[in-house]
C-alpha cells in the first residue's frame, strides 16, 4: 500500500477549492455578525458524554480515542451543534436571546452519502432563547441570505413538523430499533415497510403513519393533511405552523415544498425541520430546524432553532468559476520595486516573486507582470 494514500472519502483541498471555501467562510461569518450571531470555536476533542448527549446516532457517527491525561474516553467531534448548545448551557448562561455561529471541520465514521466527505466543514448559526415562530423566520431569513451570498439560486425549502410524527407513534409500545427500521422506511417512502412494521399500532395511527408516505407537495399537501390525519389539537397545530411559515415566506425568491413523512433527526429535534435542495443535487445542501430540548443533558434547557451546511460540500457541487490570478513580479531588490508590490498587495492584489527568474507568468497563474517602464517606474500589463 502507498503511503500517501488517503483512507475513503477524505481528501485534500487543492489551492483553487481551498481559496474558494475560505473566501464563502469568511463572507457567510460576516453576514452572520452583522445579523448579530456571534461566532464560537469549540474543541475538536471532548469526553465522549458531552459529544453524544443527544443520542445513540451520534455515538455511531463519532470515532472515540482514551484520552492519554485522564484515561476517559473522547471522541471527535461529528456535529458542532452539540458543542455550542453546551457552549450557551454553561459559558455564556444569557437569560435572553443568544445567537451563535460556528465554522469548522467535523470527522465522521462514514460520510453521509457517497458523493460527500467524512470530513465535513460545517458552517451554520443558532439562535437560543426565544420559542416562537418569529425566531424560525429569522433563521430562515438567514438561510436566504446565506445562499445568495454562495450564489445558489432556485432553492427548494422542504418543510415538515415533527410534532405530527411524535403525535402519531407516542401511544404505541414500538421499540428503539422498530422505531429505528420506522425512520429508514420513512426516508424512503417504503410504503410497505411502514404497513409492515405498524401492525401492532392501533388502526387510526397506523393509517395515519401510511398516509404520511404519500403526503409531499406543495402547500396543497397541508390542506390535504388535514383531511386524512387525525383531529388531533397537536396535530392541528402543526400543520397551522406549516401554513404560518408559508405565507410568510412565499415572497422570497425560493419554492417551497413539504414532506411529512421527512423525519430526518427525529432523535432531537422537535417542530419544525427543514431541508434544503438544490437543482441537480439529490442530497441536501442544508439542513436545519428546531431542537429545544438539546440544551437538558447540560442542564439548560432553552428554546433552540438553526441551521448547518457542508462548505465542502458546497464547494464541489457549486464549482467557482473564477480563479484568482496573480501578478508575476520580479526578484529584485530594487526599493521602488518593493514598494510597488506593497502598494498592490494593500489594495487586494495577488503577487508573486519569480524566484527562478523566467517571468512564465501563465505557468505561475498569473495573468499579469509587474515590469520597469522607460522612466523606471514600475508598472502592471497584461499577458
Known sequence: MNQWTLPDYVEDMLPDEAVYLESLRRS???LYQSHGYFYVIPPMLEYIESLNSNGQDMDLDTFKVVDQLSGRLMGVRADITP??????AHLIQNDEVTRLSYA??????????FLQSREPFQIGAELYGFKGIDADLEIQTLLIKTLNTIGIKHAVFDFNHLDIFTTLIASSDIERD????LYQAMQKKDKSEVVDLTKSMDKKNRDALIALVNLYGDANILKEAEKVLPQDHTIKNALQFLKQIDSA??????KISYDLSDIRGYQYHNGL????????CYSPIALGGRYDNIGAPFGRNRPATGFTMDLKNIVTLFPNGKKAKAILAPHNNDPELQKAIESLRQNGEIVAIDLFGNMKAVENNCDRILFQDASQVWKVKTV
Open 178 to 181: 422498530q422505531l429505528d427500521r
Open 273 to 280: 425541520v427543514f431541508s434544503i435542495y438544490a437543482d441537480n
Open 28 to 30: 457567510i461569518l460576516d
Open 249 to 254: 415566506l412565499k415572497n422570497n425568491a425560493i
Open 83 to 88: 458543542q455550542v448548545a453546551r457552549i450557551d
Open 104 to 113: 469548522g471541520s467535523v470527522l465522521r465514521t462514514k460520510p453521509a452519502s
